[in-house]
């Protein structure tokens, strides 16, 4: 609300105008907007009781909110504490809502020529605005600073609560609330009123709510930091399904939600969330987007890990993309102060994609922005004009196709255990913390495919020549019988997890059997092509640490014998199988990357990181398995703490693109894929090792459609020309090859392709005759195979308009 002067019409059109105007870019390309208003906390809507002058308290701060009722874990001080963001602040009354609401559909679709709705947002914090209902009034609803032993937590809402009784009218409980209301049923009855009257088109769950209330820690109600508590399991997820129930059947309107910070896997196993049956029930339109935690704490890869995961099956058809513009409660704006004006936290969840029950690839149906405005009310126009270009940039080369890479989720089977077998949600809280600990470590994961909609995508050929990355639980029964057909098919399958998640036949394919287990620091043993440390004279020799409470148990793997052991642990005497292949089965066994999370003497509990100085970077090991099946993304690194680049590799127009987002950029990157090294266009490249190695930016964004191998080191680069003649579409010219085999990928619907190698390797635009070669025949599938390149070629052609 803060842009609006004030309530009066000529301010909500003028400033609507304003809004709209600056981001109409994108809405043009867009089929409807949405506006999402965030009044206040939500308690706007818990308080409503029809009176349309009674006034509201809305987020006219800055800073933390109700900070008099001690609601959060961190220090609160004065420079902190919420205070008005100017010294006039005009009071809000519901009426005003109600000619905002309007305003804004009524100037939106008069200047977009789209349809507009307008979104209320229910919260269930303290950060935004002063909430006596929560925090005063009705504190039983409010989860406790140590429920469960979870240390000192912000204190939120807990969706499957049970109020009070409350004497006084509110719209859905003209009599009073009586004791033992659930809150679900209360929130419902009240959104159901407060929207219609206000005009709203839709609700916003936001922080968690409805999923957890502990959504910013990986502890909860069913892990405390240092044990499962799978006794509670069954219980918790009762409860948040009753609290949907009650909920939906008291609002009709549509919802959105946020989810928590982190994945369906850990989600289930530090707090019970039942994802699956929370998407049967219909509840929302879309899962919960990406999450904006990677400005917060740089973890992209949680952010990556935990998109893909709810997007394995989705409520209805599409999913949402979410970036984090800008923070109109408090004093950091992440375009400015996190991002520095870099898009690469557009460009790499763009990037990510998933299978449809009919295997086809779907991209994010939905682009949101939190938020258009900053916490002094300021509408910057470079906000829009910047954001707006990269994100129609990124749906330009949007994914057409599964990536290289594809992650094979079992959503139904975490869930189905978990009703049979609740002691079982340890698994996927490991497993989806070491695919996310992998992706940190460059693993380029962003297509991700259900076990349920596995069979539709055997069956139309979407997941031919892929690497599919699978948890050991999935290697049974029908799911195995599919993976099975894929690698006769050409594909490869890297398994990760405890093999005893696997069933015999599973295990028989990875080559492994089981014995006993070793669990503590080990010595990790293995010949696996590994980062380069720029500032190590030696190997670096480092423990790993496998905790068997956070890691599915203790390693019991030994390789059959005509496995390939990749890796090897070893505790004194005992050896143990840590990575293998066989054939195009591969498996990495994986451990947790921290450690659990001990009370500190402040009352706080922290997951801590494993230090990379003492400590092998488990993560890392799936990304070196990938390279012995042909998918090789390595880094030359500082030191051991020196980070590398979150990354992704999608397909588009037979394109290869790479996206990603380098911490720190003294690290340089390489990489091998299946049809050789990648010479990224616009880019110059060393290739040594059959690898070609770049130093990045903070933003990756590159297409690669020249591919090399060769014998010789040596500078490549691939540019773009002026398209010529003019019936090309597109020109590239790429040099530096020495009896090297090439290969071009173009558009699989290009009419016509013209090359011109070696010498001649040189376009006179001024009209001499060029010597060129019509190869469109030599075009099989999209690929043109040059053998015994020496010097530069250029390669020019037609699409089919």
């Given at each position: 609300?803060?842009?609006?002067?004030?309530?009066?019409?000529?301010?909500?059109?003028?400033?609507?105008?304003?809004?709209?105007?600056?981001?109409?870019?994108?809405?043009?390309?867009?089929?409807?907007?949405?506006?999402?208003?965030?009044?206040?906390?939500?308690?706007?809507?818990?308080?409503?009781?029809?009176?349309?002058?009674?006034?509201?308290?809305?987020?006219?701060?800055?800073?933390?909110?109700?900070?008099?009722?001690?609601?959060?874990?961190?220090?609160?001080?004065?420079?902190?504490?919420?205070?008005?963001?100017?010294?006039?602040?005009?009071?809000?009354?519901?009426?005003?809502?109600?000619?905002?609401?309007?305003?804004?559909?009524?100037?939106?679709?008069?200047?977009?020529?789209?349809?507009?709705?307008?979104?209320?947002?229910?919260?269930?914090?303290?950060?935004?605005?002063?909430?006596?209902?929560?925090?005063?009034?009705?504190?039983?609803?409010?989860?406790?600073?140590?429920?469960?032993?979870?240390?000192?937590?912000?204190?939120?809402?807990?969706?499957?609560?049970?109020?009070?009784?409350?004497?006084?009218?509110?719209?859905?409980?003209?009599?009073?609330?009586?004791?033992?209301?659930?809150?679900?049923?209360?929130?419902?009855?009240?959104?159901?009123?407060?929207?219609?009257?206000?005009?709203?088109?839709?609700?916003?769950?936001?922080?968690?709510?409805?999923?957890?209330?502990?959504?910013?820690?990986?502890?909860?109600?069913?892990?405390?930091?240092?044990?499962?508590?799978?006794?509670?399991?069954a219980g918790v997820s009762a409860t948040l399904l009753e609290f949907w129930s009650a909920f939906l059947r008291e609002c009709p309107f549509p919802v959105?939600?946020?989810?928590?910070?982190?994945?369906?896997?850990?989600?289930?196993?530090?707090?019970?969330?039942?994802?699956?049956?929370?998407?049967?029930?219909?509840?929302?339109?879309?899962?919960?987007?990406?999450?904006?935690?990677?400005?917060?704490?740089?973890?992209?890869?949680?952010?990556?890990?935990?998109?893909?995961?709810?997007?394995?099956?989705?409520?209805?058809?599409?999913?949402?993309?979410?970036?984090?513009?800008?923070?109109?409660?408090?004093?950091?704006?992440?375009?400015?102060?996190?991002?520095?004006?870099?898009?690469?936290?557009?460009?790499?969840?763009?990037?990510?994609?998933?299978?449809?029950?009919?295997?086809?690839?779907?991209?994010?149906?939905?682009?949101?922005?939190?938020?258009?405005?900053?916490?002094?009310?300021?509408?910057?126009?470079?906000?829009?004009?910047?954001?707006?270009?990269?994100?129609?940039?990124?749906?330009?080369?949007?994914?057409?196709?599964?990536?290289?890479?594809?992650?094979?989720?079992?959503?139904?089977?975490?869930?189905?255990?978990?009703?049979?077998?609740?002691?079982?949600?340890?698994?996927?809280?490991?497993?989806?913390?070491?695919?996310?600990?992998?992706?940190?470590?460059?693993?380029?994961?962003?297509?991700?495919?259900?076990?349920?909609?596995?069979?539709?995508?055997?069956?139309?050929?979407?997941?031919?020549?892929?690497?599919?990355?699978?948890?050991?639980?999935?290697?049974?029964?029908?799911?195995?019988?599919?993976?099975?057909?894929?690698?006769?098919?050409?594909?490869?399958?890297?398994?990760?997890?405890?093999?005893?998640?696997?069933?015999?036949?599973?295990?028989?394919?990875?080559?492994?059997?089981?014995?006993?287990?070793?669990?503590?620091?080990?010595?990790?043993?293995?010949?696996?092509?590994?980062?380069?440390?720029?500032?190590?004279?030696?190997?670096?020799?480092?423990?790993?640490?496998?905790?068997?409470?956070?890691?599915?148990?203790?390693?019991?793997?030994?390789?059959?014998?005509?496995?390939?052991?990749?890796?090897?642990?070893?505790?004194?005497?005992?050896?143990?199988?840590?990575?293998?292949?066989?054939?195009?089965?591969?498996?990495?066994?994986?451990?947790?990357?921290?450690?659990?999370?001990?009370?500190?003497?402040?009352?706080?509990?922290?997951?801590?990181?494993?230090?990379?100085?003492?400590?092998?970077?488990?993560?890392?090991?799936?990304?070196?398995?990938?390279?012995?099946?042909?998918?090789?993304?390595?880094?030359?690194?500082?030191?051991?703490?020196?980070?590398?680049?979150?990354?992704?590799?999608?397909?588009?127009?037979?394109?290869?693109?790479?996206?990603?987002?380098?911490?720190?950029?003294?690290?340089?990157?390489?990489?091998?894929?299946?049809?050789?090294?990648?010479?990224?266009?616009?880019?110059?490249?060393?290739?040594?090792?059959?690898?070609?190695?770049?130093?990045?930016?903070?933003?990756?964004?590159?297409?690669?459609?020249?591919?090399?191998?060769?014998?010789?080191?040596?500078?490549?680069?691939?540019?773009?020309?002026?398209?010529?003649?003019?019936?090309?579409?597109?020109?590239?010219?790429?040099?530096?090859?020495?009896?090297?085999?090439?290969?071009?990928?173009?558009?699989?619907?290009?009419?016509?392709?013209?090359?011109?190698?070696?010498?001649?390797?040189?376009?006179?635009?001024?009209?001499?005759?060029?010597?060129?070669?019509?190869?469109?025949?030599?075009?099989?599938?999209?690929?043109?195979?040059?053998?015994?390149?020496?010097?530069?070629?250029?390669?020019?052609?037609?699409?089919?308009?």
């Amino acid at each position: 609300m803060k842009p609006f002067p004030s309530w009066s019409e000529a301010d909500l059109e003028s400033t609507a105008a304003t809004m709209f105007d600056q981001w109409r870019d994108l809405v043009g390309a867009a089929e409807s907007a949405a506006v999402l208003l965030w009044i206040a906390d939500g308690s706007e809507i818990l308080q409503w009781d029809l009176d349309l002058d009674r006034e509201v308290t809305w987020a006219s701060s800055v800073g933390f909110s109700n900070t008099e009722y001690d609601p959060y874990s961190h220090t609160v001080t004065p420079d902190n504490t919420a205070q008005p963001f100017r010294e006039h602040v005009p009071p809000l009354r519901y009426r005003d809502i109600r000619r905002l609401v309007a305003a804004i559909r009524r100037v939106g679709e008069r200047m977009l020529g789209v349809p507009v709705t307008v979104g209320a947002t229910f919260d269930p914090g303290p950060e935004f605005a002063t909430s006596r209902f929560k925090y005063e009034e009705h504190p039983e609803i409010v989860a406790g600073d140590d429920e469960q032993r979870l240390g000192k937590l912000i204190r939120m809402i807990r969706a499957n609560s049970v109020l009070h009784a409350d004497e006084r009218a509110f719209a859905g409980y003209p009599d009073g609330v009586p004791d033992g209301t659930v809150f679900g049923e209360f929130l419902g009855r009240q959104a159901a009123s407060y929207l219609a009257e206000m005009g709203f088109d839709y609700l916003w769950l936001s922080n968690g709510f409805g999923f957890s209330a502990y959504s910013w820690t990986p502890l909860g109600e069913t892990y405390n930091g240092d044990e499962f508590l799978a006794d509670r399991v069954a219980g918790v997820s009762a409860t948040l399904l009753e609290f949907w129930s009650a909920f939906l059947r008291e609002c009709p309107f549509p919802v959105e939600v946020r989810g928590t910070n982190f994945s369906t896997g850990i989600d289930l196993g530090g707090d019970a969330v039942p994802t699956r049956e929370i998407y049967a029930a219909g509840a929302f339109r879309n899962p919960p987007p990406n999450s904006p935690w990677g400005p917060l704490n740089e973890d992209f890869g949680i952010e990556m890990s935990g998109y893909l995961s709810r997007i394995a099956e989705v409520p209805s058809d599409g999913f949402l993309f979410r970036f984090y513009v800008n923070d109109p409660w408090f004093w950091q704006n992440p375009w400015w102060d996190f991002y520095n004006r870099e898009p690469f936290d557009i460009y790499l969840p763009l990037s990510v994609s998933r299978l449809d029950d009919r295997g086809a690839v779907r991209t994010a149906s939905d682009v949101q922005f939190l938020s258009i405005d900053t916490e002094r009310g300021e509408l910057d126009p470079r906000a829009g004009r910047e954001v707006s270009g990269h994100v129609l940039r990124a749906l330009e080369s949007a994914p057409d196709e599964a990536g290289p890479v594809v992650w094979v989720y079992p959503f139904d089977e975490y869930a189905d255990d978990a009703l049979a077998d609740p002691e079982s949600v340890r698994h996927p809280y490991f497993e989806d913390w070491y695919l996310t600990a992998a992706i940190n470590a460059g693993t380029p994961v962003n297509t991700v495919a259900s076990t349920r909609s596995l069979s539709a995508a055997v069956a139309a050929g979407s997941l031919d020549g892929r690497i599919l990355v699978v948890p050991t639980r999935a290697l049974r029964g029908t799911v195995l019988d599919l993976l099975e057909t894929l690698t006769a098919r050409g594909a490869s399958v890297l398994a990760y997890g405890p093999a005893d998640r696997a069933d015999e036949r599973g295990r028989r394919l990875l080559g492994l059997v089981l014995g006993d287990g070793i669990e503590g620091d080990l010595k990790l043993e293995t010949a696996l092509d590994a980062d380069t440390i720029a500032s190590a004279s030696t190997p670096v020799r480092r423990l790993l640490r496998h905790s068997s409470t956070l890691s599915g148990g203790a390693v019991r793997e030994i390789a059959a014998p005509d496995a390939t052991v990749l890796a090897s642990v070893r505790s004194g005497s005992e050896v143990r199988a840590y990575a293998t292949r066989q054939g195009p089965w591969a498996w990495a066994r994986g451990s947790s990357t921290f450690d659990r999370a001990p009370m500190d003497d402040h009352g706080f509990r922290h997951s801590r990181p494993l230090d990379p100085r003492e400590f092998e970077e488990a993560g890392a090991v799936l990304g070196r398995v990938l390279g012995e099946l042909g998918v090789s993304c390595r880094f030359t690194r500082r030191d051991a703490t020196s980070r590398v680049a979150v990354q992704s590799l999608h397909q588009n127009a037979n394109a290869t693109w790479l996206n990603g987002y380098l911490a720190d950029t003294t690290t340089r990157a390489r990489y091998r894929l299946p049809l050789g090294a990648p010479v990224f266009t616009g880019l110059e490249a060393w290739y040594a090792y059959g690898h070609t190695e770049y130093s990045f930016g903070k933003t990756l964004h590159a297409e690669a459609r020249v591919f090399v191998q060769q014998q010789d080191a040596a500078t490549l680069t691939c540019r773009e020309l002026s398209p010529y003649p003019y019936s090309m579409t597109r020109t590239l010219k790429a040099t530096g090859f020495t009896d090297a085999r090439v290969t071009v990928t173009v558009p699989r619907d290009a009419a016509r392709v013209i090359l011109v190698r070696d010498d001649q390797a040189a376009l006179n635009l001024i009209g001499d005759v060029v010597a060129s070669r019509d190869v469109t025949a030599e075009v099989a599938d999209g690929r043109l195979a040059l053998e015994h390149v020496t010097g530069s070629i250029i390669v020019s052609w037609s699409e089919r308009r």
